[in-house]
């Protein structure tokens, strides 16, 4: 589309945001070629963050290209085979409840920190199990994976619709919380022991646990004085959670010197979103 960039004033659509196309990048060679035990958080939040504030950015987890015959999904790379065979609610595996833990963590620490815009291919939202491949001379021109299955996502006895629900209720938080429009985050801790990353944006308080291990009475620092809540978990049992995390709780913050800190339930595989009580 020529002129797509160019200002309205000049005849083009005044389109001024570039593709944060390292970030994509970035998660597959996280899945693909690093152990868990090696993930490093400050790695990750500054590998989300590398961009010049002034440069208004589209974020994305994966493309399109992911989505295509030769290359693997988010949600696949995760889960595996596992995706055919134990996504029914009636099938345990904690290979599945592992993949789609950090699924959703994914895509809310992509969004929340990647930019100011948000991109995501059809079908990527729920964790599609299969790729696209448009009929060609190869495939015999089979229609057979020239689609997208919608009926996954709406069946009640799979576990795609919890990542279907998660990026529902994702997209009404950044609609009522405008993080993507506030000035770049903050990072408050890096626990690499705990794989643990902290972060304050849009005056909320991000906790994103990365690691196989609970941690009870976890101390994390704030930047404001008061009682905290939780807005938003990525452990509600709605979004195929474990409901370990009851966000009826508040959390008071306490001060000494310059340090103000709030103990929290810092829960494996979760990320949770606290907001200050006015």
Not at 32 to 45: A, G, I, S
Not at 71 to 82: H, K, N, P, V, Y
Not at 114 to 127: D, I, P, R
Not at 209 to 234: C, Q
Request: glycine letters at 8%.
């Amino acid at each position: 589309m020529p002129g797509l960039c160019n200002p309205i004033a000049d005849g083009g659509m005044g389109f001024d945001y570039r593709l944060g196309m390292g970030l994509p990048d970035f998660w597959i060679k996280v899945l693909k070629d690093e152990p868990e035990e090696q993930w490093n958080m400050k790695n990750f939040f500054f590998t989300m963050t590398n961009h010049l504030p002034q440069t208004k950015t589209v974020a994305y987890a994966e493309s399109h290209d992911q989505a295509l015959v030769g290359d693997q999904t988010i949600a696949f790379r995760l889960m595996g085979s596992e995706m055919y065979t134990a996504m029914s609610l009636d099938t345990p595996s904690m290979t599945v409840d592992r993949g789609i833990a950090l699924h959703k963590m994914i895509r809310l620490f992509t969004l929340t920190l990647g930019g100011e815009a948000w991109l995501n291919f059809m079908g990527n939202e729920f964790g599609h199990p299969e790729w696209i491949d448009f009929p060609r001379f190869d495939n015999g021109w089979s229609y057979q994976y020239a689609r997208r299955q919608w009926s996954l996502v709406d069946n009640d006895n799979l576990k795609y619709r919890f990542m279907g629900a998660f990026d529902k209720a994702m997209l009404e938080f950044v609609k009522h919380h405008p993080v993507m429009q506030a000035p770049p985050a903050w990072m408050l801790y890096a626990d690499e022991e705990n794989k643990t990353v902290v972060y304050e944006r849009g005056n909320l308080i991000f906790v994103f646990n990365w690691g196989p291990h609970s941690v009870a009475d976890y101390k994390i620092s704030v930047r404001e004085t008061g009682d905290y809540r939780i807005i938003l978990t990525t452990d509600d049992k709605a979004f195929g959670g474990f409901g370990n995390i009851d966000a009826s709780v508040r959390f008071p913050s306490e001060k000494k010197g310059d340090d103000i800190t709030m103990k929290i339930y810092n829960v494996s595989r979760v990320a949770t979103v606290y907001q200050r009580i006015p």
